[in-house]
Every structure is written in C-alpha cells, then in structure tokens.
C-alpha cells in the first residue's frame, strides 16, 4: 500500500513538473532565440572576438546561477503566501508587518503597485517580442519572405488573443509535452555545435565574466541591458508558484530547464567562434538549411506558449488587484469547471492585444524591441528584492545580519542590470515605464478613492444597536421575505436600508447585512469563511471571507450560512445595493484630477451583480449621492 502511495505522488509529482516546465519556463525558454544576436549587436560596439564570447557565456552561466537559481527558484519562492506567489502574494505578506507605522506601509504598498504595474508592462512586450523573433526565421530562411514577417506575427497574435476566451484547460495540456520537446531541442542543438569547440566551457569561470566588464568598461556595463534577456520570465517562477508548487518547480528547473539552456548558449558560442558571419541570428544558424523551416515552426508553437503564460498571468494579478481593492470590478470569465485560476478577462484581454500589435507595427523587428525590453523586469526583480527583505526580517524573524548581506547581494545584481537597462529608455524602454506609470496612477487613485468614499459616508452612518431598538419601539410596515443589504463596514446602518426605510416606508421580516472581506491570503476555506451573528430576532450580521484567489459566490456563501443556524430561500431573498453617484469637488483629500479619474474608474467598474454572482431578478439597487 506504501509503494502503491508513494508511486501515485511520484507521477503527480512528474505530471506537475512537466506542466510547470510549459506554463513557468516558457518565457525564459525563448531567450536564447535572440539573447546572443542582441549582446553583439552594432548598438554595443562589442567586437565577437574570443574573450567576449567567452565573457558573454560566463555573465549568461552566472546570471542564471544566482539570479534564477539562487534568489528566485531558492529563495524568492521561501516567500509563499500560503503556497502563493508572485507580486501581489508578496505585497500581502509585507502588509502583515508593520501595521503600526502608517508612513512605512504606505511606501511599501506604493512599491508594490508599481512592481505589479511593472508586470503589465512586461506583459505586453512579451507576445510581441517572442512571436515576432521566431517568425523572422522566415527572413533568415529566405529574404523573399521578409516582407511577410510583420503580417504573419500580427496574424498569429490577433489568433492567439482571439483563443483566449475558449480558455486554455484543453490546449494547456498540450503546454507541457510541447515545452519538454523544445528544450530538448535547445539542448540538442547545442550539444551539436559544441562539438565544433568544446573550449568554451571554460566560460563557466567567473574570471572571464570579470574580465568582460573590465575589459570593455562602459560597453561591457551596457552590453548588460543585451545579457539580461537570458533571465527575462524569471517572475514567472515566483508568480505561478501556487499553481505547481515548489518541488515540481525546483525540479524542472534543476534537471531539464537550466542545463538545456547553458548548452543552447554555449553551442551558439561555440557557433560564433568557428563561423562569425551567423552572427547575425546564430538561433536560427545552428541548424542545416534542411532544418530551419521544422525549427521556425517550432520556436512559433513555444513563443505561442511563452505568450499565453504571461497573458494568463496578467489576468490573474488583475483579479488579485481588484480583491485586494487596488483596481475596480472588471468582467472575470471562468473558463474552467475544474480549475480556479483559469480565467478571462475582456477588457484585459482586448487592451492587451491593441498594445502588443501597437508595438509590433512601431518597432518592426525584435532587435528594435529588444531595446525595450528588460528594464520593466530588471525594475521589478529589484522591487521584489526590497519586499523580501522586510519579509524576512518583520515577518520570518530572521536576523539583519543573515537578511541585509544577502538581500545587499541580490540587490547589488539587480540594480546593476536596471541601471544598464536604463540606456534603452530613451530607445523604446519608455513604453513599459509609461505603462506602469499609468497604471500605478490608477492603482492609487482607485485605493485613496475607496478610502475617500468610505471617509465620506461614515460621518452620517448610525449606530446600528440604537437603530434595531427603534425600529422595535416604532416599527415600520412589514413584507415577507428576507432582505441581504451588502455593506462594506460591519459598523453603522447600511444607506441603502435607510434609503428603502425612507422611500418604501417598508422592511422585510427578516433582515440581513452582509459584509464580504477579501483576506490578505490566497483562499479561505471552512468555517472561517463564514461569520453569522443574530442582532435580534429578524436582524443578523454576516460576514464572509474570500481570499485574494477566490471567485466571489454570494448565493452560495448564503447557502452555506445554514450550518451556521441561518438557512435562506434563495426564491424569497432580495439583494439591496447601494450605489454611489461620485461628484469631484476642489477642497477635498485628492487632487481634483484624481477625483475625476476616480469618478470615471467607478462609473466603468463591472456591476456588483455580476461580480458577486447575484441573481439578477432579485436585485435593488439604491443611489447615493458623495461630494469626493
């Protein structure tokens, strides 16, 4: 029976290492199609010779080893959040420390957001970048195709958004198989053309990443922003953790990924030395002409793959955004019966799409992306660096003399690529910083915006016990039924009870006010998900949680209530919402700009029905007026 178990965890194990090899290293994966044609590209001025190459293996060899493997497949995933990942997972522990100083929390919820807007940013040069370098095998296969390779890419893109509203259950099995297949490619053409000079293994040696930097002085220091494409998608790691778990990952990465990407840059390296003319896209040169044509294909499928990866991922911090109330309701679409995560989400999905074909049309090749890319990732590999830091001193206890060494280390390497990085702004690298400018703005305006309104009904709220025993002393006309007011505080009289009480000059008989809270955790399960307290006979306060994952299901939560003594005729309940009607004001806490953005930000949030799952039938929504 013990054999039985343990080969049963043995093939889930392996089940969710090949998963975790298609949806965490897809990115990552499609780094060596163009990582070496950019560090020698004529923007560096780097001369191909012996010592440069080799240079450029060794700070390659180095920065997966300590940027990958050590701070983000070692450490970075110590830093779950109940087994979750990723921006907004981290954000959430930091948040659990330090409560009582308001300035420090402040700075630390600031920094997060904008590393999460940083993603965003990340997310809509990756399709474009990925997908547009694997159909320029075509201009390498052939000049006579070149003119087709813009038009092909936005094809395949404009059908890799249209796919996602179909959800990737089906497809998404297929990832992982794919995926496996092609670092075995990568591995194999590697080994291949380290035959041709099996010398530059020596590259493994750190003094020849040294000697590269102080060599070439300024040029080796900017040919870094080229070097930093080998570990773009290294976020992934950290963020898709909660869907494999860390063994599945620490797995794939150790045995399969990591060494079939060290032999597809050492065999391009050996490539380059033996023949300098496939300097120009040594990828796509380390096949035969027989050959290139499969290898186009195929690095299309796997930048197909690495692109939905990161989509996926932007659909799923936006929903972590909006529970955790930095980002308005929005339409989420579950695509799978099975599975929690797999979601859609319209606008995001459509934004996405306009913004990646937007840069693919300006930019025109991969090389002029590429000049883009790698300042939003360096900006948040550092973010994530300082969060960790307080994670690990506030949160695990650990010592300042263990923490402050070893985050200095990590930050040290972070800032060192984000400053060489920051060259490319003024080439495109602007784009994801405008991107994550215009999205923290949002982030923070729809966060003080939330407090603002909340500060604004407060003063007229009543005390809610006085108001129960009123309504004994004088009560109003009764209707069958039970009334669900949702509130966001557990304190005071809901507005929309009192809006009814004034212009229906009724209640029900039996009456609740039900709060739901989104917890600074990935889910919540059992009974502390549901909190029921009877005020009187007919008023009852509940309280219902959901974690930062969950999909919010109002109707059934109520169901549920009934094993905590509160049963629900779904039939015979009614749903009042209040809903605000925004008026910026000069005077106020916000800029007036702010106020107006936030107005606008309410007016397009997705309905409280759909969100919360409510039928819509049994629904009563009620106005309130607030001067911002």
Request: glycine fraction near 8%; charge should be neutral; charged fraction near 15%.
């Amino acid at each position: 029976m013990k054999n039985h178990t343990k080969d049963a965890h043995a093939q889930g194990t392996a089940a969710l290492t090949i998963a975790a090899i298609g949806v965490v290293f897809g990115d990552i994966g499609t780094s060596p199609i163009y990582t070496m044609r950019e560090v020698f590209s004529p923007r560096y001025g780097l001369d191909p010779s012996a010592d440069n190459i080799l240079g450029c293996l060794s700070l390659i060899f180095w920065g997966l080893a300590l940027v990958v493997s050590a701070k983000y497949v070692y450490f970075m995933m110590r830093a779950d959040n109940n087994g979750e990942g990723g921006m907004m997972a981290l954000l959430s522990l930091v948040l659990r420390t330090g409560r009582e100083n308001t300035k420090k929390r402040f700075f630390l919820i600031c920094l997060g957001l904008f590393g999460a807007a940083l993603f965003y940013g990340d997310g809509i040069i990756t399709p474009a970048i990925s997908v547009l370098s694997a159909v320029e095998g075509l201009g390498v296969a052939t000049p006579a195709l070149q003119p087709f390779v813009i038009p092909t890419t936005m094809i395949i893109v404009v059908l890799l958004f249209l796919l996602q509203q179909k959800g990737t259950g089906g497809v998404g099995a297929l990832f992982g198989p794919i995926t496996v297949i092609w670092f075995g490619i990568l591995g194999f053409l590697g080994c291949i053309n380290l035959m041709g000079d099996l010398n530059v293994l020596i590259a493994i040696n750190p003094v020849y990443a040294i000697s590269f930097l102080t060599d070439n002085k300024i040029l080796g220091f900017l040919a870094l922003g080229a070097i930093v494409l080998a570990v773009t998608g290294t976020e992934g790691i950290y963020t898709d953790m909660g869907h494999f778990g860390k063994k599945p990952i620490r797995i794939a990465w150790s045995v399969w990924v990591w060494p079939n990407l060290l032999l597809n840059y050492f065999g391009q390296g050996a490539l380059i030395l033996n023949d300098p003319s496939t300097l120009s896209h040594p990828f796509y040169n380390m096949v035969p002409s027989w050959g290139l044509y499969p290898l186009i294909c195929m690095t299309t499928v796997a930048t197909v793959i690495a692109s939905q990866a990161v989509i996926s991922g932007t659909y799923s911090l936006t929903r972590q955004a909006i529970q955790l109330g930095y980002c308005p309701r929005l339409d989420i679409f579950h695509t799978s019966e099975s599975e929690i995560g797999q979601i859609y989400m319209p606008w995001i999905n459509w934004t996405l799409l306009a913004a990646v074909l937007l840069l693919i049309l300006s930019f025109g090749s991969s090389s002029n992306l590429a000049s883009a890319y790698g300042v939003a990732v360096t900006g948040m590999m550092a973010i994530d660096t300082i969060l960790a830091y307080f994670v690990v001193t506030n949160l695990w206890k650990w010592s300042k003399w263990i923490a402050a060494p070893l985050a200095i280390i990590f930050f040290v390497i972070d800032i060192a690529l984000f400053s060489a990085n920051t060259v490319k702004i003024l080439n495109g690298g602007w784009f994801p910083f405008l991107v994550a400018i215009i999205l923290f703005v949002l982030f923070t305006t729809w966060y003080r915006g939330r407090q603002a309104v909340a500060r604004e009904l407060s003063p007229d709220s009543i005390e809610l016990q006085p108001f129960i025993d009123s309504l004994t002393s004088y009560p109003p006309q009764r209707v069958s039924g039970t009334a669900v007011f949702m509130t966001a505080s557990e304190k005071g009289v809901p507005h929309a009870l009192l809006h009814n009480l004034n212009h229906n000059k009724v209640l029900h008989e039996r009456v609740v006010l039900l709060t739901v809270k989104t917890e600074e955790i990935p889910h919540v399960f059992g009974p502390d998900q549901i909190y029921v307290e009877q005020l009187s006979n007919d008023f009852f306060r509940v309280v219902v949680k959901y974690g930062f994952k969950d999909k919010p299901d109002i109707p059934l939560a109520l169901i549920n209530c009934g094993k905590k003594g509160l049963s629900f005729n779904l039939m015979e309940t009614s749903f009042f919402l209040s809903r605000q009607t925004l008026v910026p004001k000069l005077g106020k806490d916000m800029a007036l700009w702010r106020e107006k953005i936030f107005a606008v930000m309410s007016r397009n949030s997705s309905s409280a029905v759909s969100f919360f799952n409510l039928p819509a039938n049994r629904v009563v929504e009620l106005g309130t007026r607030i001067e911002l």
